[in-house]
């Protein structure tokens, strides 16, 4: 069965640093997202993204964080300079149309 | 704006008991409802759905009834197993309010106890 696969399960980065999360969704996937776990917290929409646009962003998703698909296959979540509360867990999603997620296992962000 | 309101965990329970976690929803219009389950170490998986009021989503053994009159979509199952063990979450989709964005509960770990 077709995965979406987050690449690193989890990444250590100290406070101020930028850090990129990756993503590579199913491929004839067309609509991309990122949601956010904080520990014992609900999860929680970021951005979504469709033909090569943001199409949606929470009010979280703000000028520290950016998204690119910059090759076809990876999406990316990058953020500028860290702060401890960007701690979470980020979770990479897509669908063919706008229903049907599959999401990725996650990559773990701990901010020291 | 939007909102999802499940139960508290953990839930524990004996194999082959009775499960129920609550949830209950604020939306405008006429949201879609799902449940996703996570299992340890994994990503988040989609359940089961329902799309409109009075619609039963089903699957694996699980089943929740859309109820737009209680504003609700409970999960339950008749017999757990302990691969049953994980964290659910209730979401929402309200495409009528012209966002596909999932607005999730905060989850219910259960653990089933052989």
């Known amino acids: 069965e077709p995965e979406v696969t987050q690449t690193p399960s989890h990444q250590v980065t100290q406070m101020g640093q930028e850090v990129i999360l990756r993503c590579v969704p199913i491929?004839?996937?067309?609509?991309f997202y990122w949601y956010r776990q904080i520990l014992g917290q609900k999860v929680e929409f970021l951005v979504s993204?469709?033909?090569?646009?943001?199409?949606?962003k929470s009010e979280i998703f703000d000028d520290q964080f950016s998204v690119e698909r910059p090759d076809g296959s990876n999406f990316t979540l990058k953020i500028r300079s860290t702060k401890l509360e960007d701690s979470a867990m980020y979770f990479c999603a897509s669908s063919e149309r706008a229903y049907g997620y599959t999401f990725g296992s996650g990559t773990r962000l701990t901010v020291v | 704006g939007d909102s999802v309101t499940q139960m508290e965990g953990p839930v524990t329970l004996s194999e082959e008991a009775f499960l129920t976690i609550n949830c209950t929803y604020t939306?405008?219009?006429?949201?879609?409802l799902f449940w996703y389950v996570q299992y340890p170490g994994e990503g988040l998986q989609l359940l089961l759905k329902a799309t409109k009021a009075d619609d039963k989503g089903s699957n694996k053994g699980f089943e929740a009834t859309y109820r737009k009159e209680t504003t609700s979509f409970h999960l339950e199952k008749g017999s757990v197993q302990v691969s049953d063990s994980a964290v659910y979450f209730c979401a929402l989709s309200n495409s009528g309010a012209g966002s596909y964005q999932l607005t999730f509960g905060k989850g219910t770990k259960l653990s089933v106890i052989p």
């Open positions: 939306a405008t219009g006429y949201p879609s």
């Open positions: 491929s004839n996937h067309l609509y």
């Open positions: 993204f469709y033909n090569n646009e943001i199409s949606e």
